[in-house]
């Protein structure tokens, strides 16, 4: 609407030749402005972060956790993450670049969640509780239920309405592409 505004006063007080000149000269800012703003605000970032500096991910704490859809895969690059003290999983010595998930169960059911199909060698942990106060359920480090070696895989009763923590890690703190499924 504000274009439009702006034409029909500059309108009436130019002639023809001037009118022909101001359209063309505000049509080449409109087009180039926002590419202008999203230059300026790109090189904004660069200079408050760093173009090598790693952000870490959303997920990163268990506070941050991502809820999963149920029989919907999330793929995720752990590159980023970082090793937090709350990252313990039960089955395995060393892990690290963990990142968070949650999941809540439609009904009393049978829940599986998986890491096949990841770049690198999982594990998982699954919770109860809430952050701060978790309490470990089950946990699987390498030969998932369904067979696969280096990704892990769990199998659990769950609770209808109740949400589950989870944690997908690195064995020996590797990272990669996550690729993890709930159903």
């Given at each position: 609407a504000m274009p439009v505004r702006i034409l029909l006063s500059t309108f009436s007080v130019m002639n023809s030749s001037s009118l022909r000149r101001s359209l063309l000269d505000r049509k080449i800012f409109a087009c180039f402005a926002p590419g202008?703003?999203?230059?300026l605000l790109g090189l904004l970032w660069l200079w408050?972060?760093?173009s090598g500096s790693a952000v870490a991910a959303v997920n990163d704490s268990c506070t941050g956790a991502i809820a999963l859809t149920n029989g919907v895969p999330f793929e995720k690059d752990t590159t980023d993450a970082t090793t937090e003290a709350e990252e313990v999983a039960t089955c395995a010595g060393g892990t690290g670049k963990g990142v968070w998930f949650t999941f809540t169960a439609p009904s009393?059911?049978?829940i599986s969640v998986s890491t096949i199909g990841s770049s690198f060698d999982t594990v998982l942990q699954v919770f109860t509780g809430s952050c701060g106060s978790l309490t470990p359920l089950v946990c699987n480090d390498d030969n998932s239920p369904a067979g696969y070696l280096y990704q892990a895989?769990?199998?659990?009763l769950g609770t209808a309405s109740t949400t589950y923590h989870i944690l997908a890690t690195g064995s020996g703190g590797q990272s990669g592409t996550l690729r993890i499924i709930a159903t």
């Open positions: 202008i703003l999203y230059g408050q972060f760093g009393n059911c049978t895989g769990v199998i659990f």
